[in-house]
């Protein structure tokens, strides 16, 4: 299951490597044409924001998996191992319910988006909402998985405040 995940990640990353390279390469060509020649890729704002939303939810789920986003764990690290544990879960469910809230707010905009098309390309405006719903899916597989850790009590799961959850906590340690 850990190399599936991790073959997963690394085609996420290369996606989102691939559209971070197009969208620098559409804006500055964009930018050229319109100071040089007076002209332009009219199409390349809309393609640009299209990547940027889907940019920002991929790497928002490849933050999840590496406990990578902002959190405060002071005072998680200064409670008892079972009552750290107990605020994981309460933390996980939360987690959990405000995923289900997306996943079903980015699904009607899903449908809707089926109805409407994008200015110039023409594409549905459902491509936005995917860009939401999509990962969703797979923060809520991620945030699943590591509260069936916490709560077998199995020694890899991550939870906020243990020295070992805390991305570069072993190198903070050595200096």
């Known amino acids: 299951m850990k190399r599936v995940a991790d073959l997963l990640e690394r085609i996420t ?11 620098v390469g559409l804006v500055f060509g964009n930018v050229v044409l319109r100071y040089v020649f007076n002209s332009g890729i009219v199409a390349a704002e809309e393609i640009a924001r299209l990547m ?17 986003h902002l959190g405060l764990e002071i005072l998680q690290a200064r409670l008892p191992a079972k009552l750290r544990r107990a ?3 309460v933390a996980h469910l939360l987690m959990l319910y405000a995923l289900w809230l997306f996943i079903e707010g980015s699904w009607f905009q899903l449908l809707i988006g089926l109805e409407t098309r994008s200015t110039v390309l023409r594409f549905p405006m459902a491509f936005y909402a995917a860009a939401g ?11 699943l998985v590591n509260l069936w ?15 070992h959850a805390a991305p570069g906590a072993a190198a903070l340690a050595e200096h």
Do not use: D, N, S, Y
């Open 149 to 163: 850790k916490i709560v077998c009590g199995a020694p890899e799961a991550r939870i906020a405040g243990e020295p």
């Open 52 to 68: 940027f939303v889907w940019l920002v939810f991929l790497g928002a789920t490849v933050a999840l998996r590496h406990q990578q």
């Open 133 to 143: 719903f999509f990962p969703a899916l797979a923060m809520t597989l991620t945030v």
């Open 87 to 89: 605020c994981a879960v």
């Open 13 to 23: 990353e290369w996606i989102m490597a691939a559209m971070l390279a197009v969208m």
